[in-house]
């Protein structure tokens, strides 16, 4: 595959060569032996053949990369952890931004904060923090980079009790369209810094985050799990229950099989397990009859973060349907549940977790990322087989059809897949003007376009 343009032509060798001499990470083409590794990327369900990769070592090299794609024209991917739902780390015949490179982290435990480079995934970042016994809200998954989470919003296990990742951002480096290095932060750059906090990488590539970090100690993290049959009354009285849980505490649900047999099931960690943790989560294994699963104990926050590693793995084809719900209707439970007792893979998930506590105590218009309460909900069907495509895909938007009416329409940009534009402008609900204007401010060209993409106003 060669460097295309974005209406197809391609790029003279000798511009690519140029490009790479003044890189000081390398260039991998399709004639490099390296090619079908770097362009591998986590859903293989949207893999792509992009002309060139630059594997950037620094804000130098972005900016370099970045200049090159405006100046001929090229359309530009970016990628860290590589983690992502819509496959928007790929191009088809493009530029790829590649940060996986990009690793370096500094923490300071006097002052509680970190500031990391955006090809850290999420599990490198916690050890570093926790060996002074330190965290900041991220991703539930080790193996997801921070930077694309960060940008998103950041929701994790610790959101209710600490907040957003956004919301414990400090400042963060940006590469714009124009290749300038700009500080957003809310002594230096207040538009762009409300913007980046949520609204994905449609103004530019972070070259580095600094986050706000919070003393953080084991938890108390269980698994429950009942007959699928009790699951409208599974959810009324989770739904009674969350009401009154404490901010420390996250609870989840998701549907899963147990001894052979379909099986709603409920997650939760407390992040504060000294302040009453196990009398807190005494009775959710009464919310249904006698459980079929019931494991709890205390874990180290990094084995945490690990708990749902094995859920989701790289080189797998995923399609992703993602809604929220204002409270868990039990009808809508239903829905999913039958949903999970008729997909096509045994891979394929369907659950949903609690938002709300510290991170609903800022207003929508705060930060870009809006949607602070309810429920964040996902089906996502999970296969292996090309042949097994359209089956799966058509049973992800079907349960999705049926559970619609019993969403609040709001979404999560993170978890978006290849939902169309409309989906998007759900993702910010009321900021989302203000973000077409500030596109416009920041990148009015829209070099910044292979994402989920917000328009420049105008």
Not at 191 to 219: K, M
Not at 426 to 449: C, E, M, Q, V
Request: hydrophobic share 40%; with cysteine.
């Amino acid at each position: 595959m060669r460097l295309t343009t974005s209406s197809g032509d391609t790029v003279a060798e000798r511009l690519v060569e140029e490009l790479r001499e003044r890189l000081r990470g390398p260039l991998i083409t399709e004639a490099d032996q390296e090619y079908p590794r770097a362009k591998s990327i986590w859903n293989a369900y949207f893999e792509k053949r992009p002309g060139a990769l630059a594997r950037c070592t620094g804000a130098a090299d972005v900016a370099t990369a970045v200049r090159f794609a405006r100046e001929h024209d090229i359309l530009l991917a970016v990628t860290g952890g590589g983690h992502c739902f819509a496959g928007t780390g790929s191009v088809e015949g493009g530029l790829v931004i590649d940060t996986s490179a990009m690793k370096g982290v500094r923490v300071d435990p006097y002052g509680r904060t970190a500031l990391a480079q955006p090809g850290l995934v999420q599990g490198e970042f916690d050890a570093e923090t926790m060996h002074y016994g330190l965290a900041v809200t991220g991703s539930q998954e080790s193996y997801i980079g921070i930077g694309g989470m960060t940008l998103g919003g950041g929701l994790g296990w610790l959101g209710r009790y600490r907040g957003l990742l956004v919301d414990n951002l400090i400042a963060a480096d940006v590469v714009l369209a124009d290749g300038t290095l700009r500080r957003a932060g809310a002594e230096d750059d207040a538009d762009l810094f409300w913007a980046i906090r949520g609204g994905g990488g449609n103004f530019g590539v972070a070259t580095s985050f600094e986050y706000r970090l919070h003393p953080q100690g084991d938890c108390l993290a269980g698994l429950l799990a009942f007959p699928v049959a009790e699951t409208g009354e599974v959810a009324r009285r989770l739904g009674e229950f969350n009401k009154t849980a404490p901010d420390a505490l996250t609870t989840s649900f998701a549907f899963l099989t147990v001894d052979g047999e379909p099986a709603v099931g409920l997650g939760y960690v407390h992040a504060d397990p000294e302040s009453g943790g196990e009398e807190a989560v005494a009775p959710l294994s009464g919310l249904g009859r006698k459980p079929l699963l019931n494991h709890v104990g205390r874990m180290p926050y990094l084995a945490v973060q690990r708990m749902l590693d094995d859920n989701t793995v790289a080189g797998r084809r995923l399609y992703a349907r993602s809604f929220h719900f204002d409270e868990l209707h039990a009808e809508a439970l239903d829905i999913l549940a039958e949903g999970f007792t008729t997909n096509p893979s045994a891979l394929s998930l369907v659950g949903g977790g609690l938002m709300g506590g510290v991170m609903a105590q800022l207003p929508a218009e705060a930060t870009a990322f809006p949607h602070r309460t309810g429920y964040l909900v996902s089906v996502l069907s999970q296969w292996e087989d090309p042949a097994d495509d359209a089956v799966n895909v058509e049973w992800t938007q079907r349960v999705y059809e049926r559970v619609l009416p019993y969403t609040t329409g709001a979404v999560y940009v993170n978890h978006l897949g290849d939902d169309g534009p409309e989906r998007v402008a759900d993702a910010y609900g009321p900021n989302y003007a203000r973000l077409a204007s500030l596109k416009a401010t920041y990148d009015p060209g829209n070099l910044f376009r292979v994402n989920h993409n917000i328009l420049p106003a105008g």
